[in-house]
């Protein structure tokens, strides 16, 4: 029962942040005429700022429960959505944007991470693929769904898209206050910040932290700079854009399960460096790609690669801990993860602008950085013990 409801709110709330956040740094640069150089400096302070949720995350859930956790930052979302909308309505400065960026980044790191760890307490290692897939597929059941309707509303108004993600992650909190048990275990003692240093000397788990950073600098183009090069330089408008988005939720709906439980009978870090070269491949072509048809072969790439990548990261973060540091090995693991995540609108921002003559250069490098980024996992795999790094579980 407690992960079906984790699922359902995870769709609900995915269905909302969908509708607008994607389309957030289309709005600033074409709309706002903001230097696409500026949005990723935007995108990436407030990414930055928000890997402060993640760290109090990772201890308060451990030392308060998981509950806690969700439930303050899906409050602070849904206020920051609000006051967003407003800042649309009143047309408020870049700055402005930028300081509620922040605030909707910080929201985001305190329950993001937090699925993941319940899904890790009450599930068995051997079938946490599974579950954690279903957790994945209700999320992309409302991310297939949202940019459908966010891409329409976009054409009409960009405020009342903000306000809908609003009213969604308000459900999302309701659902998590009435519905949701927590799932600490009873046994877990309070740890503090020093008792990090069983991280420290996690070697393994470290190289996989920092692979997995630079990872996410190459995914986090397609949520910032794959929308704006499309509407831009592919020369598609946001309806079509949001249909793109669309294709990556519903393979995720339909395939993601069943992958994953093929992917059982291999090693996770062969997973994760089969799913890196499907995103080296994917993003590199995507600067070869204008039209909607080339474009969308591109996101079909990206988003296979996505399948066989996600569930295993997962996975193999929740084997590495003990129950007791489950929270904070995984906030940890987010937090490194997201800082790539916070650098990649940068980093894509600025060769954008920069190879705005030759925009294909900044698709290769990226797709380069992705098979830099194999190899790591395949380091890893020499590394990390066989019990770990095996699907199925002892």
């Known amino acids: 029962k407690q992960i079906w409801i984790l699922v359902g709110g995870s769709l609900i709330n995915s269905f909302g942040f969908s509708i607008a956040y994607p389309f957030i740094s289309l709005y600033l640069y074409l709309y706002r005429g903001i230097p696409m150089t500026d949005v990723g400096i935007a995108l990436l302070t407030a990414s930055v700022v928000g890997l402060l949720g993640q760290l109090v995350a990772g201890e308060l859930c451990d030392r308060i429960g998981?509950?806690?956790?969700?439930?303050?930052?899906?409050?602070?979302?849904?206020?920051?959505?609000?006051?967003?909308?407003?800042?649309?309505?009143?047309?408020?400065?870049?700055?402005?944007?930028?300081?509620?960026?922040?605030?909707?980044?910080?929201?985001?790191?305190?329950?993001?991470?937090?699925?993941?760890?319940?899904?890790?307490?009450?599930?068995?290692?051997?079938?946490?693929?599974?579950?954690?897939?279903?957790?994945?597929?209700?999320?992309?059941?409302?991310?297939a769904l949202g940019p459908i309707l966010g891409g329409v509303l976009a054409l009409y108004s960009y405020a009342f898209m903000f306000g809908v993600t609003m009213v969604t992650s308000s459900v999302y909190l309701l659902i998590s206050l009435f519905l949701l048990r927590d799932t600490k275990p009873e046994h877990c003692h309070a740890a503090k910040l020093s008792g990090n240093g069983s991280i420290g000397s996690n070697h393994p788990f470290l190289l996989y932290c920092a692979v997995a950073a630079l990872v996410s600098v190459v995914y986090s183009q397609m949520l910032t700079t794959f929308s704006t090069y499309s509407g831009s330089y592919g020369h598609i408008n946001e309806s079509a854009i949001g249909l793109l988005f669309s294709l990556n939720g519903f393979m995720v709906v339909f395939l993601q399960y069943p992958i994953a439980v093929f992917l059982e009978r291999f090693r996770l870090t062969t997973a994760l460096a089969s799913g890196t070269l499907l995103y080296a491949v994917g993003f590199g072509m995507v600067g070869l790609c204008s039209g909607f048809w080339p474009l969308f072969a591109a996101m079909f790439v990206i988003s296979t690669g996505e399948?066989?990548?996600?569930?295993?990261?997962?996975?193999?973060?929740?084997?590495?801990?003990?129950?007791?540091?489950?929270?904070?090995?995984?906030?940890?693991?987010?937090?490194?993860?997201?800082?790539?995540?916070?650098?990649?609108?940068?980093?894509?921002?600025?060769?954008?602008?920069?190879?705005?003559?030759?925009?294909?250069?900044?698709?290769?490098?990226?797709?380069?950085?992705?098979?830099?980024c194999a190899g790591g996992f395949l380091l890893l795999r020499s590394r990390v013990p066989r019990e770990i790094d095996q699907s199925m579980g002892a």
């Open 66 to 143: 998981r509950k806690f956790c969700m439930n303050l930052g899906l409050a602070m979302n849904t206020v920051v959505f609000g006051m967003l909308t407003g800042a649309i309505v009143l047309n408020l400065s870049y700055p402005a944007f930028v300081v509620l960026m922040c605030c909707r980044e910080i929201s985001g790191g305190l329950y993001r991470n937090i699925p993941n760890v319940m899904i890790a307490d009450v599930v068995d290692p051997g079938d946490r693929n599974g579950a954690f897939s279903l957790l994945r597929i209700g999320a992309n059941l409302g991310f």
């Open 307 to 372: 399948l066989v990548s996600s569930p295993p990261s997962m996975n193999i973060v929740a084997r590495m801990a003990d129950p007791q540091s489950r929270g904070r090995y995984m906030s940890f693991s987010g937090v490194i993860g997201n800082t790539g995540f916070a650098a990649g609108p940068f980093v894509g921002g600025f060769l954008m602008d920069a190879f705005r003559g030759q925009i294909e250069l900044m698709w290769l490098a990226m797709g380069s950085l992705a098979i830099v």
